[in-house]
């Protein structure tokens, strides 16, 4: 059951588009349950005991144990199925998106509150390793723009990292921030009280926000390296209407 949070830029999918995507969770959960299991069994049986008869002793490390699954049936398979079901994963997103995107950019757009602020970088060079792959096999990696004000690669990732993640970060995608505010400083340290608190690589504020409800005391300021994440970001921290802090977006690095 899709249970993810419908704020107002997260793009809604038709009955067709959800379907393909459950298709994806549906296939993600077969790999992994019933076909990536069998790699421990190849390896035991049959890689293993090929290289300590080469070698005279087992692998030590993970290179080693490469060198003797990268040839076999059962792992490449495996290894294809995942980057296949990977690439199903943002096909099943982006058309989801793009059906929605001249709406979501107007979303996007300041609409004069005073909630947090966003400062971009026109100066700011996108580096090198971040443009040379699409990490996570994302099309157009985390930084890409391909039209005005676009917003494409963070409305992609907020609803592509649902559906990856098989919903386990929660409703709102933030449960690596909610767990380590509620789960470690606020029970562990419960007299801490930061001023300032920097997220570096804040994507579209998934963590961002639990540290602006768990210290609405402090300036919360959030970077990542193109303003597409930082202007979805802003927004839809105000669709959450979080108020009493000073919520800022930087498009770069530190």
């Not at 049986?45 to 002793?57: A, D, L, M, N, S």
């Not at 926000?209 to 970001?233: K, M, S």
């Not at 959450?240 to 977006?249: D, E, V």
């Amino acid at each position: 059951m899709d249970q993810q949070f419908k704020h107002a830029m997260l793009p809604q999918p038709t009955h067709d588009e959800l379907a393909r995507q459950n298709f994806v969770q549906s296939l993600k959960m077969h790999i992994f349950r019933n076909i990536s299991p069998g790699n421990k069994v190849v390896y035991e049986k049959v890689g293993k005991p090929r290289f300590e008869q080469e070698h005279q002793r087992p692998p030590q490390n993970r290179y080693e144990i490469l060198e003797v699954m990268q040839h076999e049936p059962h792992y490449r398979w495996t290894s294809a199925l995942k980057r296949i079901n990977q690439e199903m994963l943002w096909d099943a997103v982006n058309a989801n998106v793009d059906r929605q995107l001249p709406e979501l950019i107007e979303r996007a757009k300041d609409k004069g509150d005073e909630l947090g602020t966003l400062t971009l970088d026109s100066n700011f060079e996108i580096p090198t390793h971040q443009k040379a792959v699409d990490i996570h096999c994302m099309p157009g990696g985390y930084h890409s723009e391909f039209t005005a004000d676009d917003v494409t690669a963070g409305a992609t990732y907020d609803r592509g990292v649902y559906v990856y993640g098989l919903g386990w970060l929660g409703p709102l995608n933030d449960d690596m921030g909610l767990s380590i505010v509620q789960n470690y400083l606020l029970s562990e340290h419960p007299d801490f009280r930061p001023r300032k608190i920097l997220d570096m690589g804040c994507s579209v504020g998934n963590s961002t926000l639990p540290y602006v409800d768990g210290f609405p005391d402090a300036e919360v300021h959030a970077i990542d390296i193109r303003c597409i994440y930082a202007a979805l970001r802003s927004c839809k921290s105000r669709s959450f209407r979080k108020t009493g802090t000073l919520l800022s977006a930087k498009c770069r690095t530190h």
